[in-house]
Nanobody, 118 residues
Framework: QAQLVESGGGLVQAGGSLRLSCAASGRTFSIYLMGWFRQAPGKEREFVAAISSSGRSINYADSVKGRFTISRDNAKNTVYLQMNSLKPEDTAVYYC???????????WGQGTQVTVSS
């Protein structure tokens, strides 16, 4: 059974850093696009960053460009999100996702809470 498990969330002060990890199992996730999304209270889930199966193509939401870095290690079936210069508006539940086509997410993780205090 395919599964994505996020870790690394927590409480951090503004300006601080966190590194999220997403461990994948049950499928050959090296062929999947992998992405990070987030959902703040009362808001819709939004795209944060994505990385192609090879790692050569990467995209970020404008709100996190220059502060967040997505990477993947296909040998470990793990995707990372390094978050620097965190702001209170980055507070949200962060979800890992795997998909073969941009039009549909095939797998979601359960989410990990990130809280940035001012």
């Amino acid at each position: 059974q395919a599964q994505l498990v996020e870790s690394g969330g927590g409480l951090v002060q503004a300006g601080g850093s966190l590194r999220l990890s997403c461990a994948a199992s049950g499928r050959t996730f090296s062929i999947y696009l992998m992405g990070w999304f987030r959902q703040a209270p009362g808001k819709e889930r939004e795209f944060v960053a994505a990385i192609s199966s090879s790692g050569r193509s990467i995209n970020y939401a404008d709100s996190v460009k220059g502060r967040f870095t997505i990477s993947r290690d296909n040998a470990k079936n793990t995707v990372y999100l390094q978050m620097n210069s965190l702001k209170p508006e980055d507070t949200a539940v962060y979800y890992c996702a795997a998909y073969l086509r941009l039009s549909r997410i095939d797998y979601w993780g359960q989410g990990t809470q990130v809280t940035v205090s001012s």
